[in-house]
Protein backbone atom coordinates (compact mmCIF):
# COMPACT_ATOMS: atom_id res chain seq x y z
CA UNK A 1 0.00 0.00 0.00
CA UNK A 2 1.50 3.69 -0.78
CA UNK A 3 3.04 5.15 1.93
CA UNK A 4 0.41 8.47 0.58
CA UNK A 5 -2.61 6.51 1.22
CA UNK A 6 -1.42 5.12 4.84
CA UNK A 7 -0.52 8.84 5.80
CA UNK A 8 -4.39 10.22 3.95
CA UNK A 9 -6.17 7.24 5.70
CA UNK A 10 -4.47 8.41 9.01
CA UNK A 11 -5.74 11.51 8.77
CA UNK A 12 -9.73 10.39 8.30
CA UNK A 13 -9.12 8.17 10.94
CA UNK A 14 -7.66 11.46 13.51
CA UNK A 15 -10.95 13.33 11.60
CA UNK A 16 -13.30 10.64 12.94
CA UNK A 17 -11.53 9.79 16.12
CA UNK A 18 -11.98 13.71 16.92
CA UNK A 19 -15.74 14.12 15.80
CA UNK A 20 -16.66 10.68 18.03
CA UNK A 21 -14.74 12.26 20.80
CA UNK A 22 -16.41 15.56 20.21
CA UNK A 23 -20.02 14.37 19.33
CA UNK A 24 -19.84 10.85 20.35
CA UNK A 25 -22.00 11.48 23.50
CA UNK A 26 -24.93 12.64 20.63
CA UNK A 27 -24.97 9.30 19.23
CA UNK A 28 -25.16 7.50 22.48
CA UNK A 29 -28.48 9.48 23.27
CA UNK A 30 -29.81 7.29 20.30
CA UNK A 31 -27.54 4.23 21.02
CA UNK A 32 -26.24 4.17 24.53
CA UNK A 33 -24.12 0.84 24.26
CA UNK A 34 -21.73 3.28 22.51
CA UNK A 35 -21.25 4.76 25.52
CA UNK A 36 -18.53 2.21 26.24
CA UNK A 37 -16.92 3.09 23.31
CA UNK A 38 -17.10 7.24 23.73
CA UNK A 39 -16.12 7.54 27.13
CA UNK A 40 -13.00 6.72 26.94
CA UNK A 41 -12.34 8.43 23.52
CA UNK A 42 -13.74 11.27 25.73
CA UNK A 43 -11.04 11.11 28.28
CA UNK A 44 -8.25 10.08 25.80
CA UNK A 45 -9.28 13.72 23.66
CA UNK A 46 -9.56 15.58 26.68
CA UNK A 47 -5.99 14.67 28.04
CA UNK A 48 -4.16 15.02 24.92
CA UNK A 49 -6.12 19.22 24.74
CA UNK A 50 -5.38 19.65 28.43
CA UNK A 51 -1.75 18.25 29.01
CA UNK A 52 -1.08 19.60 25.49
CA UNK A 53 0.61 16.76 24.51
CA UNK A 54 0.08 15.33 20.88
CA UNK A 55 -2.10 12.15 19.52
CA UNK A 56 0.18 9.11 18.68
CA UNK A 57 -1.72 9.53 15.13
CA UNK A 58 0.11 12.15 13.98
CA UNK A 59 3.37 11.03 14.01
CA UNK A 60 2.45 8.66 12.46
CA UNK A 61 1.00 10.59 9.60
CA UNK A 62 3.99 12.44 9.44
CA UNK A 63 6.03 9.02 9.67
CA UNK A 64 3.95 8.26 6.51
CA UNK A 65 4.17 11.29 4.80
CA UNK A 66 8.17 10.82 4.94
CA UNK A 67 8.16 7.32 3.64
CA UNK A 68 5.91 8.81 0.89
CA UNK A 69 8.57 11.73 0.37
CA UNK A 70 6.92 14.54 1.49
CA UNK A 71 7.47 16.76 4.44
CA UNK A 72 5.72 16.61 7.82
CA UNK A 73 4.85 19.19 9.74
CA UNK A 74 5.18 20.29 13.19
CA UNK A 75 2.45 20.76 16.12
CA UNK A 76 -0.92 18.34 16.10
CA UNK A 77 -3.60 17.67 13.72
CA UNK A 78 -5.77 20.42 15.14
CA UNK A 79 -3.14 22.87 14.67
CA UNK A 80 -2.53 21.48 11.00
CA UNK A 81 -5.51 20.84 9.80
CA UNK A 82 -8.37 22.01 11.91
CA UNK A 83 -7.09 25.32 13.16
CA UNK A 84 -6.24 26.91 9.87
CA UNK A 85 -10.04 26.54 8.69
CA UNK A 86 -11.35 28.11 11.99
CA UNK A 87 -8.47 30.58 13.26
CA UNK A 88 -5.86 31.90 10.68
CA UNK A 89 -3.55 32.09 13.47
CA UNK A 90 -3.19 28.79 15.01
CA UNK A 91 -3.10 26.66 17.58
CA UNK A 92 -2.04 28.38 21.29
CA UNK A 93 -1.94 27.11 24.10
CA UNK A 94 -5.15 29.16 25.60
CA UNK A 95 -7.08 27.90 22.83
CA UNK A 96 -6.24 24.42 23.09
CA UNK A 97 -7.41 24.63 26.42
CA UNK A 98 -10.54 25.89 25.24
CA UNK A 99 -11.32 22.95 22.87
CA UNK A 100 -10.56 20.46 25.33
CA UNK A 101 -12.99 22.54 27.19
CA UNK A 102 -15.96 21.96 24.58
CA UNK A 103 -15.31 18.44 24.68
CA UNK A 104 -16.40 17.83 27.95
CA UNK A 105 -18.82 20.38 27.72
CA UNK A 106 -20.59 18.55 24.89
CA UNK A 107 -20.35 15.30 25.72
CA UNK A 108 -21.38 16.17 29.95
CA UNK A 109 -24.95 18.10 28.50
CA UNK A 110 -25.67 14.93 26.19
CA UNK A 111 -24.67 12.02 28.81
CA UNK A 112 -26.88 14.45 31.79
CA UNK A 113 -29.57 14.16 29.02
CA UNK A 114 -28.83 10.26 28.30
CA UNK A 115 -28.94 9.23 32.01
CA UNK A 116 -32.02 11.24 33.13
CA UNK A 117 -33.80 9.09 29.61
CA UNK A 118 -32.27 6.02 31.93
CA UNK A 119 -33.50 7.21 34.88
CA UNK A 120 -36.87 7.50 33.29
CA UNK A 121 -37.18 4.71 32.11
CA UNK A 122 -36.36 2.58 34.87
CA UNK A 123 -38.17 4.40 37.76
CA UNK A 124 -41.85 3.03 38.19
CA UNK A 125 -44.80 5.05 37.08
Known sequence: MPYRLL???????????ILFALGGGLLALRWPRIVWLHL???IWAAFIEFSGRICPLTPLENHYRELA????????FIDHYVLPVIYPVGLTRG?????????LAINVIAYAILVRRLTR???PG
Open 95 to 103: VQFWLGACV
Open 69 to 76: GETGYAGD
Open 121 to 123: RRS
Open 7 to 17: ADLTVLVHAAF
Open 40 to 42: PAV
